[in-house]
Nanobody, 116 residues
Framework: QVQLVESGGGLVQAGGSLRLSCAAS????????MGWFRQAPGKEREFVAA????????YYADSVKGRFTISRDNAKNTVYLDMNSLKPEDTAVYYC?????????WGPGTQVTVSS
């Protein structure tokens, strides 16, 4: 069973940057498309970014396009999310999961809080 553990969140001022990491274990990471998702208080979980198994293209929600970059290191079973020009509306718990067919078990997520 695949286990996912997110890290790298924190408190940052608007305009700042953070790098999130998601470490996967227990599966064949290099064969999965992976995605980042987020859930703000009182809202449903939403898609943020995705990357295929070989990393040859990326896909973003309109709200983060041009500010966030997803990448992966298959040798380390890790997917990253570089977040720049952060806005207060980016405040949420961020999760990673397989893109297109999420695993039933989500990781604990990592909290990102952007102050104005």
């Amino acid at each position: 069973q695949v286990q996912l553990v997110e890290s790298g969140g924190g408190l940052v001022q608007a305009g700042g940057s953070l790098r999130l990491s998601c470490a996967a274990s227990g599966g064949t990471f290099k064969s999965y498309a992976m995605g980042w998702f987020r859930q703000a208080p009182g809202k449903e979980r939403e898609f943020v970014a995705a990357i295929p198994y070989n990393g040859d293209y990326t896909y973003y929600a309109d709200s983060v396009k041009g500010r966030f970059t997803i990448s992966r290191d298959n040798a380390k079973n890790t997917v990253y999310l570089d977040m720049n020009s952060l806005k207060p509306e980016d405040t949420a718990v961020y999760y990673c999961n397989r893109y297109g067919e999420p695993f039933n078990s989500w990781g604990p997520g990592t909290q990102v809080t952007v102050s104005s």
